[in-house]
């Protein structure tokens, strides 16, 4: 595989993997956790390297796994004591994570073989020089781990379809049924800690957080419809990971952040333009009812009118 | 500051590093207040964010790195970030926790590439702005900490100035709307000055971990006070305090200061959740704990009283079975009891102390006052708003109105 | 109470009017060109179901939210520039009960707009605050957190802050919903004190047995107004089924007629 290719395939995956994650959390109002997670999930891989003393995914992703559950249920305790509100407690409980794994990463920086700056921006430039053995083959590593992070969360989509659908749409009708949104909400945050501590080596512990959000919020702009909504936030992930790439190289700037540019240059299309729900197309529309309503109100006044 | 720098017991740069922390902490204390009560919290981590775009442009544009010409991008660009948050919640589709993410995470996209791109342009150029993203202290100026403080001043007269607009806007905008204020108006204030604070605090506290810098504050101090101004100064305080050991720990340990100071917070706002007096989870649950000992222990008494009444003094394994209570319980409320001599012995056998005797008829008339509470209440008018507290009746309506209770149920069994 | 007894002081402008209003959220209208004046000096309600655009017109009325067309006036002015004339009482389900603020500090946010948003307060308005308080029966509760407070409590809180105010007119949002009965008749029987003082009143509610018991005046609304006017001739089943629906009339009839007022 040319090194191309192997970088435009790790951001398409990474983007797809996040993609199948967004819709969800964006129509369940879970954007901000999912912000919150992905900070949490540094101190998780800091513990994994220092234990584990090496960079295969299974230790790193259990530790982020781990600190992901930590800081949600940690958050959903806080606002559980009625001391402080859920905007608070999310901002008092993943800057302390983060803080943690950021402090770690400067104390331990040769044990863990982690920096700063790959936390912010990530090594996907690098994708093409690192490999993964498997079953003896070596596999471009960034490009395997991808493609089971898209594996992984097409079948806990597939799997919890209803479910998820239900608690998203109506919460009170789901638990009336058992399905407990609270539940859901906890699987869904676990699986985006294990999608942005996969991520998190091609494109950084924060920009993860745009690809889950922004591609999502812009189809939801676009389509009133969950599946619709799925593949449009998918293939915005793509439309970003080929623009960051072409962008990113012409102006000599991070990959992943090119990336977060060009999906937030999609949400600004899709919100001046969207068919129903885009500025433009509200506009016309209000226009449109206030000369209804004028005419209506005209005709009621003289119908009412005595004569 | 001069004169201030040299008070201090610290050398000249640790004097100027904890003054810019103590000014930092003031005013994102104080000023991030205004945002956790409105639950807006979250808005000053997407206004950090955008601060970072805001910092490189401002480096672009004007080549200079000193952190004054810095400061003024981030602000214009924290100022941006705020109109386009709210627009964007307001555009109607998209919910008000999407569009804070959205304009968080592309504005941090935005400002990664920036600096990406300045690095490629000039690898010297961008070692200064790096510490935006985590925060340095180290590298305060006293020029920078005069105007952070001259900022930082400016910020909080404003808000004692419209204490009271703040205030009715704060706790109820419709009401303060139909008094005439102009709410947009003071909630575009209260946005202009959490932009201030954001300002302040950014090239210490680093875009990424600001929020936390404005939410701990307010966060301890909402625990230690139920008054407004009250929360407003201990807020402040309680920023400084942990801005300046923050800042301290951070330019002895090398460590970034950002992760230090929120990590110093995170722990003070532990301690305020825990231990706060009336409010605290631990203070609460040793008031639960009390109050259901108090009823266990009063249950007993009545059990007893009850097996008195129906024949010879009961062992303690007697009145378990007669009260169907765990032992376990029942062994605590007697050791209870016998704590206090409410009980007698006579070997095995227990029964009332004279002072159990009158404890008995004590918690059997604030029975019978919660029953007549019950059936009369309706007929007894209250002087004032009090309610009646099942714990203690008589306390909450006063003595006078629980006699006349007494009277009414009297009256009415006659 | 016959209509003839309705207080309505004949020749002067009434409390509050509305003329041709129509709002939408959106594009969807909520309230549909409504006409309706309340009469100065009377206990006046405003009935309809859930969503019938109750809070919706005191708040258009009160320029809270922009009106599509329309006008509301306040004793004969412009609502907007009449305001000092208006005590607001809104409904309560937006109120953050954990905010930092105790109950005197929120009846002394009756008497900012009086005294001017940024003057210090008078021992004058300070002996107002503390009457209000007394009124509604909150003196001994002065230095309590707001969340400390029971619904009812809370409520008269809310009210003492509208007297603080002292205004002419008086509008209540939804004022007993959720809260005891004894709190409910005490404060009946407040603003029927208010009343007898020469205040104009204007109740949301959706107890129709108390408002045909204790009210002189009513607007029956459902999006439009369906009936303006003394309750006597406007609480009747006609208009009400209008409004309702037929089942709602006669759950609301046996409601009042079982409801305990003193
Ligand atoms: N801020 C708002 N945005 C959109 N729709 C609203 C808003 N407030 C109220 N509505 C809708 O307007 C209608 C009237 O609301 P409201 O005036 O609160 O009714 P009421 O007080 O009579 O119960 C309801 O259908 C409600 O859903
Ligand atoms: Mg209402």
Not at chain 1, 48 to 60: D, E, G, K, N, V
Not at chain 1, 95 to 102: D, M, Q, R
Not at chain 2, 65 to 80: M, N, Q, R
Not at chain 2, 234 to 262: C, E, F, K, R
Request: hydrophobic fraction near 55%.
């Amino acid at each position: 595989m040319s090194s191309d290719l192997i970088i435009l395939l790790t951001a398409g995956l990474t983007a797809t993997a996040c993609g199948l994650l967004g819709p969800f959390l964006v129509l369940r109002r879970n954007a901000l956790m999912s912000d919150a997670v992905a900070h949490a999930v540094l101190p998780g891989i800091v513990v994994a390297y220092l234990i584990f003393q090496t960079r295969a995914p299974l230790p790193i992703v259990a530790g982020a796994a781990v600190f992901g559950i930590i800081c949600v249920l940690g958050i959903d305790a806080l606002r559980g004591t009625g001391l402080v509100k859920w905007d608070a407690a999310i901002a008092l409980v993943f800057p302390a994570l983060f803080a943690l794994g950021v402090i770690g990463i400067s104390t331990y920086a040769s044990g863990v073989h982690l920096d700063l700056d790959s936390t912010i921006y990530g090594e996907i430039a690098f994708a093409p020089f690192l490999s993964l053995d498997v079953l003896g083959a070596e596999l471009p590593r960034t490009v395997v781990l991808g493609f089971a992070a898209v594996a992984a969360n097409l079948a806990f989509v597939a799997l919890l379809w209803r479910k998820l659908k239900t608690t998203s749409f109506d919460p009170q009708y789901a638990q009336a049924v058992d399905v407990s949104p609270a539940r859901m909400s906890r699987l869904l945050l676990v699986a985006v800690a294990i999608t942005a501590v996969i991520s998190f080596e091609s494109v950084g512990a924060i920009l993860v957080v745009t690809l889950l959000i922004v591609p999502a919020a812009a189809a939801h702009l676009l389509t009133d419809r969950l599946t619709a909504m799925i593949a449009i936030t998918v293939a915005i992930g793509w439309a970003s990971a080929i623009g960051g790439l072409s962008f990113a190289s012409a102006a000599d700037a991070s990959i992943a952040g090119m990336m977060g540019v060009v999906a937030a240059g999609c949400f600004v299309l899709a919100l001046l333009a969207g068919p129903r729900y885009g500025l433009a197309a509200r506009a016309i529309r209000r226009r449109r009812a206030g000369r209804r309503a004028r005419v209506a109100l005209g005709a009621a006044r003289e119908a009412g009118a005595p004569s | 500051m001069g004169p201030l720098i040299d008070a201090l017991p610290f050398s000249y740069t640790v004097s100027v590093i904890a003054l810019g922390a103590a000014v930092l902490g003031l005013t994102a204390g104080v000023l991030g207040t205004l945002a956790v009560l409105r639950q807006r919290t979250l808005v000053g981590d997407a206004l950090a964010h955008a601060t970072l775009p805001g910092v490189c442009v401002a480096f672009i544009a004007t080549g200079a790195k000193d952190a004054s010409t810095l400061l003024v991008g981030a602000g214009a660009f924290g100022l941006i970030g705020a109109l386009l948050v709210v627009g964007l919640e307001r555009s109607g589709r998209t919910r008000p926790d999407a569009a804070i993410g959205v304009m968080l995470s592309s504005f941090f996209a935005l400002g990664i590439v920036l600096l990406t791109y300045i690095g490629s342009l000039n690898q010297s150029g961008q070692a200064g702005l790096e510490s935006y993203l985590f925060g340095q202290a180290a590298g305060l100026v006293e020029r920078d900490v005069t105007i952070m403080a001259a900022l930082g001043l400016g910020a909080l007269a404003v808000v004692a100035a419209l204490f009271r607009p703040l205030k009715s806007t704060l706790f109820d905008a419709d009401h303060a709307a139909a008094g005439g204020l102009p709410i947009r108006a003071l909630e575009v204030v209260m946005t202009a000055l959490l932009v201030v604070a954001i300002v302040i605090g950014v090239r210490t506290v680093g875009a990424i971990l600001m929020v936390a810098m404005l939410v701990v504050p307010a966060a301890a101090a909402r625990q230690l006070t139920g008054r407004l101004a009250g929360v407003l100064v201990l807020a402040g305080l309680i920023g400084a305090t942990v801005g300046v050991t923050g800042a301290l720990l951070s330019a002895q340990s090398g460590l970034p200061t950002g992760p230090v100071i929120v990590l110093v917070g995170f722990l003070v706002v532990l301690a305020c959740l825990l231990l706060a007096p009336g409010r605290g989870i631990l203070w609460r649950a040793r008031k639960l704990a009390r109050d259901r000992r108090r009823l266990l222990v009063e249950g007993v008494l009545i059990d007893l009283e009850t097996a008195l009444h129906g024949g010879p003094p009961p062992t303690q394994h007697e009145l378990a079975l007669a009260s169907g209570r765990p032992r376990r319980a029942l062994r605590r409320a007697l050791g209870d009891l016998e704590r206090t001599g409410a009980l007698a012995r006579d070997g095995e056998r227990i029964y009332l102390s004279e002072s159990g005797a009158a404890s008995v008829h004590a918690v059997l008339e604030r029975r019978d006052l919660w029953s007549a509470w019950l059936e009369h209440g309706w007929r007894l008018e209250l002087p004032d708003a009090r309610e009646p507290d099942p714990r203690d009746l008589r306390a909450s309506l006063g003595d006078e109105h629980a006699d006349r209770l007494r009277a009414l149920a009297a009256e009415a069994r006659a | 109470m016959s209509v003839d007894e309705v207080p309505v002081h004949s020749g002067g402008a009434p409390a509050l009017e509305v003329r041709r209003l129509t709002v939408s959220y959106e594009t969807r209208p909520v309230l549909w060109d409504v006409d309706a004046s309340f009469p100065t000096g009377a206990l006046s309600a405003i009935v309809g179901p859930n969503g019938a655009g109750k809070s919706t017109l005191l708040r258009a009325a009160l320029g809270l939210i922009p009106a599509d067309a329309g006008q509301a006036l306040v004793q004969g002015r412009p609502a907007r520039s009449a305001l000092d004339r208006v005590a607001f009482v809104p409904q309560r389900d937006a109120v953050d009960w954990d905010f930092p603020i105790t109950v005197r500090e929120v009846v002394e946010m009756g008497r900012y707009p009086v005294r001017g948003w940024l003057r210090r307060l008078t021992g004058e308005d300070r002996a107002i605050v503390d009457e209000a308080l007394e009124r509604v029966g909150m003196g001994p509760f002065a230095r309590r957190q707001i969340g400390r407070l029971s619904g009812g409590q809370r409520q008269r809180v809310f009210i003492a802050r509208a007297l603080a105010r002292q205004a002419p007119v008086m509008l209540l949002d939804e004022p007993f919903a959720g809260i005891d009965a004894r709190t409910e008749a005490t404060l009946l029987d407040l603003l029927r004190e208010l009343r007898a003082e020469g205040r104009s009143i204007v109740v949301v509610h959706h107890d129709l047995g108390t408002v045909r018991a204790s009210f002189d005046w009513a607007l029956v609304l459902n999006v439009r107004a369906v009936a303006c006017g003394p309750v006597g001739e406007v609480i009747v089943p006609q208009t009400l089924r209008r409004a309702y629906g037929t089942d709602a009339v006669n759950d609301g009839a046996q409601d009042g007629e079982l409801r305990w007022v003193r």
